[in-house]
């Protein structure tokens, strides 16, 4: 059975930290329900990791949708937000409603996640009153990279850090059920996290959050283009699957792959079959003999 949003409260109200992962297809969001993890993020971080964009900026509404019902159908325990992707809810609360409605009743999301503070509240509020759960996003916001001058370190300034909590706090009167701090300095994301009383996740936020989140290819190893500092690798998957590749390369070139385990046998008691259906010619008996060794 599926896990309850309010299951996301209870955390914070017990005190016990949490973790959120990525996820963007079935084998590893199955995977990583099996593990037990209670949050998965189909995040617009596809757009890097998986579709190999340099920003999350051309990440569609049908990526999002493809990717999420994916996901869905491989996680059969924890909750899944759906990110919303970069213009599917600037331009109006009406258009962000019926988009959040579209990744809901296309998907089977159980939330929709969006980037941005104060100035989203009323779209958040919108889409919250509509019944869907939404999970907010500040600090280092990438879908705004272009205005950030890059994914560098938010908050650091007096001015900016009141800037991120005032923001988280009125993500958090809108309606939003947690949200998402990231990048932002360690002592920030604690105080953020002690004045809410909704669930702080934290990426680059510190340990003093709620709860953490992370981009599944970074803390398995499997995108080498960039590390970032605040990931830490659990594998290294990438290793790993290029040497298994040349492992089976190798063996399809010297002749070990397929060997008889992987390989299939005809009946015996068919044969006879096969050798009047198929073979006709002269030579038919000393196919199919061969077929069957
Ligand atoms: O898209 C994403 O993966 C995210 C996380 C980094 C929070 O928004």
């Not at 988280?168 to 990231?182: I, R, S, Y």
């Amino acid at each position: 059975m599926r896990r309850s949003i309010r299951e996301v409260q209870a955390y914070k109200d017990r005190g016990e930290k949490f973790a959120m992962i990525t996820a963007y297809d079935y084998p590893s969001a199955k995977l990583v329900d099996e593990a037990g993890v209670p949050l998965i993020l189909v995040g617009d971080s596809l757009g890097m990791v998986v579709l190999g964009y340099d920003s999350t900026i051309p990440v569609t509404m049908e990526d999002i949708i493809h990717h999420t019902s994916a996901v869905v159908r491989g996680a059969k325990s924890a909750i899944v937000v759906a990110d919303m992707p970069f213009m599917s809810y600037q331009v109006s609360p009406e258009e962000a409603l019926r988009n959040a409605g579209r990744l809901m009743k296309e998907t089977g999301a159980t939330a929709v996640k969006l980037e941005g503070g104060a100035v989203m509240a009323p779209t958040v509020a919108k889409i919250v009153q509509a019944g869907i759960p939404v999970m907010g996003h500040v600090g280092l916001t990438p879908q705004s990279v272009n205005q950030l001058g890059g994914y560098k370190l938010q908050g650091t300034t007096p001015r900016a850090a009141v800037q991120i909590l005032t923001d988280a706090a009125a993500l958090q009167d809108a309606g939003a059920f947690a949200v998402v701090l990231e990048t932002i300095p360690a002592r920030l994301g604690k105080l953020i996290s002690q004045r809410l009383t909704i669930p702080t996740i934290g990426i680059g936020a510190g340990r003093g959050c709620d709860g953490q989140v992370q981009v599944f290819h970074d803390l398995l190893g499997l995108y080498e283009d960039f590390k970032p500092r605040h990931a830490r690798r659990y594998a290294e998957l990438g290793v790993a699957i290029r040497e298994a590749t040349a492992r089976y390369i190798e063996d399809v070139r010297e002749g070990s792959f397929p060997g008889e385990a992987e390989s299939f046998r005809v009946d015996p008691a068919k044969l006879k079959e096969v050798e009047t259906l198929v073979y006709r010619g002269a030579g038919s008996s000393q196919a199919a003999q061969q077929m069957a060794e």
